[in-house]
């Protein structure tokens, strides 16, 4: 009964401590819900696409990526979506003023972790 405690206590501070170590992330972290809409965005995301977190939560991923890759971003969030692990990949994204960016990027889904 001890050890489970304990070990509820340290789960309970991870995750009370995983915003504060998005938030304060040097890499942009972009969470999208199962239809490809913005559901958070850190500030790292703010400095590196322009777009203030008010400004991009609710709209459409679709809107960062140029249209000929509009098949390919498709092809990647389904494959989240089916439970497949992506890993790193890179991307085109459209920043708010225009320039276009290819950061490398990484999809997990949620509730996953990164293999070591």
């Known amino acids: 009964m001890q050890e489970r405690r304990e070990s509820e206590r340290r789960e309970f ?9 998005v938030e304060s992330s040097e890499l942009a972290i ?3 819900t199962r239809d490809n809409v913005v559901a958070s965005w850190n500030a790292a995301a703010e400095r590196m696409y322009g777009y203030a977190a008010s ?3 609710g709209r459409s991923a ?6 000929d890759a509009a098949a390919e971003a498709a092809e990647v969030v389904g494959r989240a979506q089916r439970g497949e692990r ?7 994204v459209r920043c708010k003023d225009g320039a276009w960016w ?3 990027a990484a999809c ?5 972790r990164p293999e070591p």
């Open 13 to 21: 501070e991870l995750a009370s401590r995983l915003p504060a170590i």
């Open 30 to 32: 972009v969470g999208l």
């Open 55 to 57: 400004e991009i939560i």
């Open 62 to 67: 679709s809107l960062l990526w140029p249209p």
């Open 86 to 92: 992506i890993g790193q990949f890179e991307v085109s």
């Open 102 to 104: 290819t950061p490398s």
């Open 108 to 112: 997990l889904r949620s509730g996953t």
